[in-house]
């Protein structure tokens, strides 16, 4: 008991250290955007998509929105960028 316990209280705070701040939510969509798209890329969309984006934490996770919808999620140090083409409600 007292070991899983210590594995919680571990696993939970390096939750909260690495928790990925708002510069690496910025540049993992700028990375994928331009890897997706290289006209957006070669235009610059993706810096202006990722300065436009809000960043939300939440201690052990974070994510990222913009215009109202989530763009990315953070955990322990990684960003994840769900398909970002297919429209909410569909």
Same mark, same amino acid.
């Given at each position: ?11 939970? &705070?390096?939750?909260?250290v690495l928790n ?13 955007? &331009? ?9 610059g969309i993706n810096r202006l ?42």
């Open positions: 008991m007292l070991k899983a316990t210590l594995i919680l209280v571990v696993a939970v &705070a390096l939750g909260f990925p701040g708002p510069e690496a939510h910025r540049e993992k969509l700028k990375a994928e955007i &331009a890897a997706r798209s290289q006209l957006a890329g070669l235009l998509a990722a300065v436009a984006s809000t960043y939300h934490t939440l201690g052990l996770a974070s994510y990222s929105t913009l215009n109202d919808r989530v763009v990315s999620y953070g955990a322990y140090g990684i960003v994840f960028i769900p398909n970002l083409t297919t429209k909410r409600g569909h």
